[in-house]
């Protein structure tokens, strides 16, 4: 029985990790189309999320859990 109990608790723990973890399979290509002045905008071909960056680079982590409602 308390195994089960024990396998219940690390199943909750990978969720909330994978939760507060930057979503895989996420890519950012520039959307050149979207820009403001210096902010250049990407779209995430993965997730859709729309993200502006003022320096180089894609962004690193997926925007769409801002989005995600806690519960
Ligand atoms: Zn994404």
């Known amino acids: 029985m308390q195994i089960v109990v024990l396998l219940i608790a690390f199943g909750f723990v990978m969720f909330f990790a994978r939760r507060n973890a930057p979503t895989r399979g996420c890519r950012w290509p520039a959307d ?5 002045g210096a902010l250049r905008k990407y779209k995430c ?14 962004p690193n982590d997926c925007r769409s859990k801002l989005k995600t409602p806690n519960l």
Request: proline share 0%.
């Open 32 to 36: 050149a189309t979207g820009d403001r």
């Open 45 to 58: 071909a993965a997730c859709g999320a729309e993200a502006f960056t003022s320096t180089k680079g894609s």
